[in-house]
């Protein structure tokens, strides 16, 4: 027979919902989407760059036309470039825009995916451990991933990227707390 | 170098230290010679190395066959003699190691299963060997060889009762010291107090042994890679080979092609059979006397012909059950059960001994091994309800659409208009679809999540709804236009998923299964 503990499973955000089946994500801080447009910008340079430069040393570029569409190559280029660039920007925007965690009292939750949008659930009481792991990009911008583990999978369940250093640790402690605060709770009961 | 490994903090004190019986060295023989059948390719390569450098081949084998000797003799002796192990008040440690000494402290909470394995070479001296399993990995696996079965199930019983204790909150250290000094006596006693507890849940005699053999999945995979690897010969050479046995036998050349499919479609059958003759000799040789136990805390299994193999395994260790039918199975009537445990992908070197398999069971005893272990009857033969039918267009468009066109794109370029035959396949596959949509079904009780898959067969996976770990759930742009979503469930030793079911019961199952894991005071591990 299953016994069952007070059961409350409030948000933890300043947003009160009154269905939790609806749940309400914090966005990820705006600085995540400025690393991932580094990022965006150093590869499309790069691309740009090594396109440009093995054209110009094996003398392809002489044979270039003057026009595109009748417009002059090099505003041509320019302007596809741009586009290409910007498209690539709205596209990591939008994701940003998509990604958003939320803490309740029992359980944590990340959302992500701009077409396949996938919502991860995991209770406090499944986390055997937490990590928080720092890239090169994320240092430049003080930001820090959140990865939480639990013995259901060969890697992370669930990984928050580009959280403040501050955020993620206070997020981590509260996990942590949680999930050892909530652990005895049960075995109490079960004695 | 010492490499110390502590799969947690335990009080170091206990016992003195102890050897193996001699015997044990048999175990480390055998070992030996599997590591260097395993390695073969290896030594066959510094073999030629040899041959290549060294002018004298009697040179060369005089010095290859003392390092194997060497390999298959002074090793296993020198592992004896290393190997030492003891009781802790609550784990169980053990140092082995010729060169890189190790030392490994499991505690009795991690044990996920002891197992009791009394090899061929054994049998005459009445000794088996003990594993311990762990949840960990495999690098936490513990053998201790050639001890008797006695002594196995006293180091059995020892281990439930630390576990027991480390539940309750062990008492106190003395009592606890105390009692680890006569643990032997103790817990024989109560091994066969336990034992008493016990009651046989299943039992396979050979004839269902022998439809295990012929119907499992294996069977059927190790059938598809052979008739592949037929149908890779050269088609003359079967048709000769057939017209060569056909005039061995029966005396005459047939010049009828008829004839001699006939004679072919005989020569498959013979096959068929041969390898269900095979099959299910693989079958008695692994599981005969196939013995399930049910117990208060814990599940034992008993089977094999050549090794004896006595598991044990935790009630609260198992993860979720498995009941396949694969085709053929369905013909007979039968499933096949697989209690999942722990199991931890991120090692590869996992045994796949950590799932139980319950061969050939009928449908009521599928019904007795579920009511058991997951403590709720009915649960296999609930009404099911089906995902939504949206997943047949989805599939039709984006499994077999978009190859079929590409395909067509190509063929035609290269074919002319014949290629675009390649745009019939979606619709060709329709009925495979529709099968296998038809066969994806579900159900949540208060506690349990019953979860259907399958195609000619079936898979039916129950598990308590508390053991989940984690859930997912899937949008496409395309489930959102019709408010539907792809639910999936992490457990310790499985993954399973719904996809195309309403995206308000997705949550509500998700809340459920999050509900359960947060209240239930049930252990998952």
Request: proline share 4%; glycine share 6%; net charge positive.
């Amino acid at each position: 027979m299953t016994e069952e503990i007070a059961f409350t499973n409030e948000l933890k955000t300043t947003r009160s919902l009154p269905d939790t089946a609806n749940l309400e994500f914090e966005k990820l801080p705006i600085s995540h989407w400025h690393s991932q447009l580094a990022v965006w910008s150093v590869v499309f340079l790069a691309i740009i760059g090594i396109n440009l430069g093995v054209n110009i040393l094996s003398g392809n570029i002489d044979e270039w036309p003057t026009n595109i569409l009748g417009v002059p190559v090099l505003e041509f280029g320019l302007v596809a470039t741009a586009i290409v660039y910007a498209l690539g920007a709205v596209v990591m925007r939008a994701s940003h825009e998509k990604k958003g965690f939320c803490l309740r009292d029992h359980d944590i939750h990340y959302q992500t995916g701009l077409l396949w949008q996938v919502t991860k659930s995991l209770p406090y009481t499944r986390v055997q451990h937490v990590e928080l792991e720092t890239g090169p990009i994320e240092r430049l911008f003080g930001l820090t991933s959140l990865k939480f583990f639990s013995a259901g999978g060969s890697g992370a369940d669930i990984t928050i990227p580009g959280l403040k250093e501050a955020m993620a640790q206070k997020t981590r402690d509260f996990v942590m707390a949680k999930a050892k605060d909530l652990t005895p709770q049960l075995a109490d009961k079960k004695d | 170098m010492a490499d110390t490994k502590h799969s947690s903090n335990s009080n170091t004190a206990g016992l003195p230290w102890q050897r193996l019986s001699p015997a044990a060295i048999a175990f480390f023989i055998v070992g030996s010679v599997a590591g260097l059948i395993k390695g073969v390719l290896e030594a066959v390569a510094w073999g030629a190395a040899a041959y290549t450098f060294i002018d004298s081949r009697l040179v060369s084998l005089s010095t290859i066959i003392p390092i194997i000797l060497l390999v298959l003799i002074a090793r296993p002796v020198l592992q004896y003699l290393t190997f030492r192990f003891r009781f802790t008040e609550n784990a169980f440690q053990v140092k082995s190691g010729i060169v890189s000494r190790k030392r490994l402290t499991l505690s009795f909470d991690r044990i996920q299963s002891t197992n009791i394995i009394e090899p061929f070479y054994f049998r005459p001296f009445r000794l088996v060997n003990l594993m311990l399993e762990s949840a960990g990995s495999s690098d936490e696996e513990v053998v201790l060889p050639g001890i008797t079965a006695a002594q196995a199930k006293a180091i059995k019983q020892q281990i439930l009762l630390g576990r027991q204790k480390e539940g309750s909150q062990a008492p106190a250290q003395e009592n606890a010291r105390k009692n680890l000094k006569d643990y032997r006596d103790q817990a024989i006693d109560s091994a066969l107090t336990h034992d008493e507890d016990t009651q046989v849940l299943v039992h396979r005699p050979i004839p269902e042994l022998i439809k295990y053999g012929i119907s499992n999945n294996r069977a059927l995979a190790a059938l598809g890679v052979i008739s592949a690897a037929f149908w890779q010969l050269d088609d003359s050479i079967i048709f000769s080979g057939a017209r060569n046995i056909f005039e061995t036998i029966i005396g005459v050349l047939p010049d009828s092609v008829f004839i001699l499919s006939i004679f072919g479609f005989l020569l498959s059958l013979l096959g068929l059979l041969i390898f269900g003759l095979l099959s299910s000799l693989g079958a008695i040789i692994r599981h005969y006397n196939y013995t399930l136990y049910t117990g208060s805390d814990r599940f034992t299994r008993a089977e094999g012909l050549i090794e004896k193999k006595e598991s044990h395994v935790a009630r609260t260790k198992i993860q979720s059950l498995r009941l396949s039918q694969p085709a053929v199975a369905m013909l007979l009537k039968r499933f096949h059960g697989t209690i999942k445990q722990v199991k931890h992908s991120r090692n590869s070197n996992q045994k796949s001994d950590a799932n139980i398999i319950i061969p050939s069971l009928t449908g009521e005893l599928a019904e007795q091994v579920s009511s058991d272990i997951l403590s709720a009857s009915g649960l296999p033969d609930l009404p099911l309800n089906s995902i939504h039918a949206d997943y047949r267009w989805k599939t039709m468009a984006v499994e077999f659409g978009v190859p079929s066109l590409v395909a067509a794109v190509v063929l035609n370029l290269i074919f002319g208009s014949i290629g675009l035959v390649a745009l019939t396949i979606p619709f060709l596959a329709l009925p495979a679809i529709e099968l296998r949509r038809r066969r994806f079904g579900y159900q949540m009780t208060d506690d349990h999540m019953v979860i259907r898959h399958g195609f000619i067969g079936t898979d039916l996976t129950l598990f308590d709804l508390h053991k989940i770990q984690s859930v997912r759930i899937i949008q496409s742009p395309g489930h959102r236009r019709s408010k539907l979503a792809t639910i999936r469930f992490n457990l310790a030793g499985t993954r399973t998923y719904l996809p195309f079911i309403p995206l308000e019961m997705a949550e509500h199952i998700r809340e459920t299964c999050l509900h359960a894991a947060e209240t239930n005071v049930k252990s998952w591990m």
